[in-house]
T-cell receptor, first 113, second 114 residues
């Protein structure tokens, strides 16, 4: 099965700075999604990018996808203390079972006020 | 957006007992739900795919008899951890897709087995 791996594992920045997280995966995908998890809570969907898309924006979020390199990045601009959380990428495979997600290890983001 | 609930949010039980965790889609129907397990500071590991009206599909290494899944209706899937042991202590999360590939996650259930 494919597995996304994020880097860095942990990231600490000052409020107002931009945060960039990267994700790599191993097999072909239908789409790649980014989720956020606050400590001890469930996951919240942030953004989905399809395999035929290269870049997508949503508010302060920008996601890129490079299928040739099997990698994606999540950029959070003008970070806020409330952005402190763990961020996971998840890939959905192509074909049957494409609803099934495989999660990466996550990046723990700390935004210092 | 779609809402998924889980119950209970926390459970503490003695070793050897069984624990049932419920996952409900509150405002949409889900023929498929997913169960994940998450260890502290780790990622989510897919345990099984719950299918309404049919048997669950388990991931490699997940014991079917240990983690019983029942998807009795279009809005409810249950995970029963049978004869729980301390190593089963973990954070269990369910999810369901709605309106495409996006998944909606429950808030999770923290299981502690003494």
């Amino acid at each position: 099965s494919q597995q996304g791996e994020e880097d860095p594992q942990a990231l600490s920045i000052q409020e107002g700075e931009n945060a960039t997280m990267n994700c790599s995966y191993k097999t072909s995908i239908n789409n790649l999604q980014w989720y956020r998890q606050n400590s001890g809570r469930g996951l919240v969907h942030l953004i989905l990018i399809r395999s035929n898309e290269r870049e997508k924006h949503s508010g302060r979020l920008r996601v890129t996808l490079d299928t040739s390199k099997k990698s994606s990045s999540l950029l959070i601009t003008a970070s806020r203390a409330a952005d402190t959380a763990s961020y996971f990428c998840a890939t959905a495979g192509s074909g049957a079972g494409s609803y099934q997600l495989t999660f990466g290890k996550g990046t723990k983001l700390s935004v210092i006020p | 957006g779609a809402v998924v609930s889980q119950h209970p949010s926390r459970v503490i039980c003695k070793s050897g007992t069984s624990v049932k965790i419920e996952c409900r889609s509150l405002d949409f129907q889900a023929t498929t739900m997913f169960w994940y397990r998450q260890f502290p500071k780790k990622s989510l590991m897919l345990m099984a795919t719950s299918n309404e009206g049919s048997k669950a599909t388990y991931e490699q290494g997940v014991e079917k008899d240990k983690f019983l899944i029942n998807h009795a209706s279009l809005t409810l899937s249950t995970l029963t951890v049978t004869s729980a042991h301390p190593e089963d202590s973990s954070f269990y999360i369910c999810s369901a897709p709605s309106g495409g590939f996006r998944q909606f996650f429950g808030p999770g259930t923290r299981l502690t087995v003494l």
